[in-house]
Structure formats: structure tokens, C-alpha cells
């Protein structure tokens, strides 16, 4: 895969994961009250989809300073 076609892929992941988590927030606001295990855990999958879009911020950081470079 070239450089160019990873960075395409990382960043159609970043805009649906970034959609992915905006939904699950929205719906843990639309839970209202409900049982705190389950709000718990969505909040705590948000978060740790919210560490991948970090990771995939990461990556397509170096991947545009690799295409810059070449």
C-alpha cells in the first residue's frame, strides 16, 4: 500500500470513528436516567475511542510528514 493510500484509510477511519463517538456521547445525554453500569461503560467506550482517534491523529501526522519529505 503506498503512503498516499494508507493516509486516505486513516483518515476515512478518523471520520468514522470521530462520527462513531460523537453518537455515543450523544446517546449517553439521551440516556437520561438509566442504570450508572451501563452509562459507565458507554462513557468508558467513548473514551477509548477517543485514544484510537489519537492514535490515528499520530500516524497521519507522520504519514503526511513522510509524503512532505519524498
Known amino acids: 500500500m503506498s503512503l498516499q493510500e494508507e493516509l486516505r ?7 468514522r470513528m470521530r462520527t462513531e463517538v460523537a453518537e455515543m456521547r450523544r446517546q449517553v445525554g439521551d440516556v437520561g436516567p ?14 477509548e475511542q477517543e485514544n484510537l482517534i489519537a492514535s ?3 500516524r ?11
Open 34 to 47: 438509566t442504570d450508572p453500569t451501563e452509562r459507565s461503560m458507554m462513557i468508558n467506550q467513548a473514551d
Open 60 to 70: 497521519r501526522e507522520d504519514l503526511l510528514k513522510r509524503l512532505n519529505e519524498e
Open 9 to 15: 484509510q486513516v483518515e476515512e477511519d478518523l471520520e
Open 56 to 58: 490515528l491523529d499520530a
